[in-house]
């Protein structure tokens, strides 16, 4: 079946978010990130930083958490957590989207969220740790922490949350139909066998 929405699971600093908009540059279809964090940040009524920070992360139970929601949503007033507040507004916004048409749609969980979805290709980026904290250094600058922290922390947090609500392993190769490893490839050549799967597609 022709596949019309691409969803891109990366690690932090592989150059998934690149590679995806260069995919949607060259399809001239609709790229989701930033505008996903909006989306979801409407349909939870959390502010975006918030759902930015955290529709990726660890879930927490922590009373701190709460801190961060804001009054009155009935999720939270029925008794759901925070972070699984959250999941079930990223899994409606990521629907939605899928059914407008076709789209590339980076991390979130958009693999499992879509998985059933005939139409879908899944793309899992990955590289090596040097490429890795060059690339976040380059992107984000230099912090207190080293860039091998910040890799170790992000991924982790990633790894914690994709499990918890899928049940699945993140990064096994069988849960998505590409595996790419952009510090071997560069991001053009990702993005051309995206391109290049998607077209195949359409013959079949």
Not at 18 to 23: A, D, E
Not at 138 to 145: F, I, S, V
């Amino acid at each position: 079946m022709e596949k019309k929405i691409i969803t891109i699971s990366r690690e932090f600093g592989a150059g998934g978010r690149t590679i995806g908009h260069l995919v949607a540059d060259k399809l001239g279809i609709p790229f989701y990130d930033g505008k996903l964090v909006e989306d979801i940040a409407k349909e939870s009524g959390f502010a975006p930083k918030f759902v930015e920070e955290h529709s990726e992360h660890s879930p927490s139970g922590s009373v701190f958490s709460y801190a961060f929601a804001p009054q009155g949503v009935p999720g939270i007033m029925n008794g759901l957590s925070t972070a699984d507040y959250l999941w079930n507004a990223q899994c409606n916004v990521i629907l939605q989207l899928a059914d407008k048409g076709p789209c590339v749609i980076v991390g979130r969980n958009a693999d499992y969220i879509l998985k059933d979805r005939a139409d879908a290709l899944h793309i899992y980026v990955s590289a090596d740790r040097e490429f890795r904290e060059k690339h976040i250094v380059e992107l984000y600058g230099e912090t207190d922490k080293t860039p091998e922290q910040r890799l170790n922390e992000k991924d982790k947090r990633r790894r914690v949350n994709y499990q918890h609500y899928t049940g699945r392993t993140w990064g096994q190769a069988q849960n998505y139909d590409l595996c790419l490893r952009s510090s071997t490839l560069g991001f053009d050549q990702c993005a051309q066998i995206i391109i290049n799967a998607i077209e195949q597609s359409k013959k079949k």
